[in-house]
C-alpha cells in the first residue's frame, strides 16, 4: 500500500514537472503550450540519443540544455511575434508545431518503441517498507521535489521571481511599471520547457519511447493545471500530487477505470470550483 | 468538384436588399447547389473520385460542426471528436445489440450526442479560452478511453463491422455504401446543414450568440443568459459531428475508437481554421483542401502530417480569415464593378 503511495508520488512529480511548465508559460504569455507534450517527448529522444554514446547523466544535462534553448527559440520566434494576436491563434499554433515535432522524431528516431536504462548508480532496489522499491524512483521522487521546492524559494524570495508572480497576475500591469515583460518571457520560457525536457530524460527509463509518447501525458497534465487552477504554481502542485495517486491507485485497485478518474476528478472540481482548486484567472 | 461550395453565400447585401431576397438568393443558390450535387456522380467518370469526394464531404460535414462552434461562440473545440464517435457507436451498437430498430437508431445516434452536448455546454460553456481548449481536449478523450477499454461494448481498440439492415426508412440501404448515390445524399446533407446555419446566424437567436461571443458581460447587464445560449449551440454543433459520424458509419460500415480520438478532433479544428470559421461555408471549404491536401501529401511522404501542420500555422499566421476569408476578400471587389458598372 505504502508502496503504492510512492509510485503514485513519483507519476505525479513527473507530471509536476510538465504542469508547472505550462503554468509558467501561461503566466508571462498567456498561452497554453500545446507543443509542450512533444518538447517532453523531444527531450526523451534527445537523452536517449546521448545516452546511448556517453551516458546517462551527460544525457540529462543535454536534453536540459538543448529543450532550454529550444524554448529560448519558441518565444522569441513564435510567441513574442504573436503576442498582439488573439491568444487562440497561438495556441493553434503550438498545435501545428506539436504536429511538426511529431513527425520530425518519426523521422529521426522512427515509430517503434525504445526504452532507456536507468544509469548503474541508481539501479537496482532498495529495502522500503518491508518491500523492494527501485532507486530509480526515489531519485525521480527527489528530483521532483528539488525542483518544486527550488521553484518556491525563487518564485517567493527573488526579484525576478517577484516579477513572474507579478506577471502572472497582470501582464499589461507588470510591464508598465517598468519590467520588461519579453525579456522575463525569455528566461520562462526557456526554463518551463527545459524542465519538460528534464522531466522527458528522468521519465524515459519509466516509459517506452515513441514519437506519440507526449500525448497521454500532456493530456493528464492540462487535468493537472485546470484542476490546480490555471496559472496557480501551488495549485499545480497539489494537484499534481492528487492526480498521481488517482492514477496510480486507478491503475492497481480500478483498472477498467483507471485512465478515467482523472476526468470525473476534473469534472467534479470544476462544478465545485469553475477556476480550480487554487482559483486563478480563466 | 460538384457544385461550388461558394454559390452558398449570399451576397453580403447591398442597402437596397431586404432580409426576405436575402433568403430567396440562399434558397436558390442551394437549389443550384443541390442539383449539381445530384447530378454529379452522372458527370465524374472515376468511381474512385466519386468515392473520394463523398469522403470528403462527411470530412467537410463535420469541420462544419467545429466551425460553428467558433463561429457562434467563440469557443475553441479539441474534442469534437467525441460526437463524432457517439453518433457512429450510438448506430452501431444499437442494431448490432437489437437495442433499437435501425430507423430509430439513426434518430438515437444524432439525438443522444445533442442532448450529452447540450448538458455538458452547460457546465463547459462558462470556461473562458484557453482553459477552454484544453477542457474540450480532457472531456474528449475520456469518451475514448471509455470506448478504447470496453471491449464488451464494440470490441475495444479493433472496432467493429457495422451491418446494416437491408432497407432503412423503406429506401434500399446499399445505397448508402454505394458512392454513386451516396455522394448526392452526403452533399445534400451538408447544403441543408449550411442553409440551416445560415438561417440560424441571421435569427435574433444567432444574432445573441454572436453578442454573448463578443462581450459575454455585457450581454448579461442587458439582461439575456449567456450559458444556455451557449450550451443550445454546444448542441447543435455536436448535433452535425454525430450526423457526419453516422454518415461515416454508414458510408463505410464500420466503428473504431479512433473516431473519438483528439488527433481527429484537431484535424476537424484545423480544416475549419484553414477554410476560415468566420464564414459558414469556410471550414467546409477547409476540409475539402486539407482532404485533397493530405492525399496529395500522403502519396508524396510518410511526413504529412508535419506539413498539415505547418499549413496551419501559415494560415492562422497570414490568413486570419482562412481561405474561405480570401475568396470573399477577392469577390467583394468584382462585385463592386460588376454593381458600378450596372448603374
Known amino acids: 500500500m505504502l508502496i503504492q503511495v510512492l509510485n503514485g508520488v513519483v507519476y505525479g512529480g513527473l507530471l509536476y514537472l510538465l504542469a508547472v511548465g505550462l503554468v509558467l508559460i501561461f503566466g508571462l504569455r498567456e498561452i497554453v503550450n500545446f507543443a509542450h507534450g512533444a518538447l517532453f517527448m523531444l527531450g526523451s529522444y534527445i537523452g536517449f540519443s546521448i545516452a546511448a554514446i556517453f551516458d546517462f547523466w551527460l544525457g540529462l544535462a543535454g536534453a536540459i540544455v538543448a529543450m532550454t534553448l529550444v524554448g529560448l527559440c519558441l518565444d522569441a520566434g513564435v510567441l513574442r511575434p504573436l503576442r498582439k494576436h488573439d491568444h487562440m491563434v497561438t495556441v493553434l499554433v503550438t498545435f501545428g508545431i506539436l504536429l511538426v515535432l511529431e513527425t520530425f522524431a518519426t523521422a529521426v528516431w522512427g515509430k517503434a518503441f525504445r526504452s532507456m536504462q536507468p544509469p548503474e548508480l541508481l539501479s537496482g532496489t532498495v529495502e522500503l517498507f518491508g518491500e523492494p522499491f527501485p532507486v530509480y524512483r526515489l531519485f525521480v521522487i527527489a528530483v521532483s521535489l528539488c525542483v518544486a521546492g527550488g521553484l518556491t524559494v525563487w518564485l517567493r524570495h527573488s526579484r525576478i521571481g517577484l516579477y513572474v508572480r507579478a506577471s502572472s497576475v497582470d501582464p499589461t500591469t507588470t510591464g508598465i511599471l517598468g519590467v520588461d515583460t519579453d525579456r522575463l518571457s525569455l528566461l520562462v520560457v526557456g526554463l518551463g520547457t527545459g524542465l519538460a525536457g528534464m522531466s522527458g530524460v528522468i521519465a524515459a527509463p519509466l516509459m517506452a519511447l515513441s514519437p506519440t509518447m507526449g500525448n497521454f501525458i500532456l493530456i493528464e497534465s492540462f487535468i493537472v493545471v485546470v484542476v490546480g487552477g490555471l496559472g496557480s504554481f501551488s495549485g499545480a502542485f497539489i494537484a499534481a500530487l492528487l492526480i498521481g495517486q488517482i492514477h496510480n491507485m486507478g491503475a492497481v485497485y480500478l483498472p477498467w477505470a483507471s485512465t478515467l478518474l482523472p476526468f470525473l476528478l476534473m469534472v467534479c472540481v470544476l462544478i465545485w470550483r469553475p477556476t480550480g482548486i487554487a482559483g486563478g484567472k480563466g | ?343
Open chain 2, 1 to 343: 468538384m460538384s457544385g461550388n461550395p461558394t454559390s452558398l453565400t449570399a451576397p453580403a447585401g447591398g442597402r437596397d436588399s431586404g432580409p426576405l431576397s436575402r433568403n430567396w438568393r440562399l434558397l436558390t443558390a442551394a437549389a443550384v447547389a443541390v442539383a449539381a450535387g445530384i447530378a454529379a456522380p452522372h458527370v465524374i467518370s472515376s468511381v474512385l473520385w466519386i468515392s473520394l469526394l463523398t469522403q470528403a464531404v462527411v470530412d467537410m460535414i463535420f469541420a462544419t460542426s467545429v466551425g460553428l462552434l467558433v463561429r457562434q461562440n467563440g469557443r475553441i473545440s479539441f474534442g469534437q471528436a467525441a460526437f463524432f464517435g457517439l453518433g457512429g457507436y450510438i448506430f452501431a451498437v444499437s442494431i448490432a445489440r437489437e437495442i433499437a430498430t435501425p430507423e430509430l437508431a439513426i434518430i438515437l445516434a444524432v439525438v443522444l450526442p445533442t442532448l450529452i452536448a447540450f448538458l455538458l455546454g452547460l457546465i463547459i460553456a462558462r470556461i473562458p479560452g484557453v482553459a477552454h481548449a484544453m477542457l474540450t481536449l480532457a472531456v474528449g478523450q475520456a469518451f475514448y478511453e471509455v470506448v478504447f477499454k470496453w471491449r464488451e461494448l464494440a470490441n475495444g481498440d479493433d472496432g467493429m463491422s457495422v451491418a446494416l439492415p437491408r432497407t432503412l426508412f423503406g429506401f434500399d440501404s446499399g445505397m448508402l455504401q454505394t458512392p454513386g448515390s451516396m455522394l448526392p445524399i452526403v452533399w445534400t446533407i451538408l447544403v441543408m446543414i449550411l442553409v440551416g446555419f445560415t438561417l440560424m446566424a441571421r435569427s435574433p437567436f444567432g444574432q445573441l450568440t454572436e453578442a454573448i461571443r463578443e462581450n459575454d458581460e455585457r450581454a448579461q447587464f442587458i439582461g439575456y443568459t449567456t450559458t444556455l445560449p451557449r450550451a443550445v449551440i454546444y448542441g447543435a454543433s455536436a448535433f452535425v459531428a454525430a450526423v457526419a459520424g453516422l454518415l461515416q458509419t454508414l458510408y463505410n460500415g464500420y466503428i473504431s475508437p479512433d473516431m473519438f480520438h483528439w488527433s481527429l478532433s484537431g484535424m476537424a479544428l484545423i480544416m475549419a481554421i484553414v477554410g476560415g470559421p468566420k464564414i459558414i461555408w469556410g471550414p467546409a471549404l477547409g476540409a475539402f483542401i486539407l482532404f485533397f491536401f493530405k492525399d496529395v501529401a500522403g502519396d508524396a511522404t510518410e511526413y504529412w502530417p508535419a506539413l498539415v501542420g505547418i499549413m496551419l500555422i501559415v494560415v492562422t499566421l497570414l490568413l486570419p480569415e482562412g481561405f474561405a476569408g480570401l475568396a470573399e476578400r477577392t469577390d467583394v471587389p468584382l462585385r463592386r464593378l460588376r454593381k458600378g458598372r450596372a448603374s
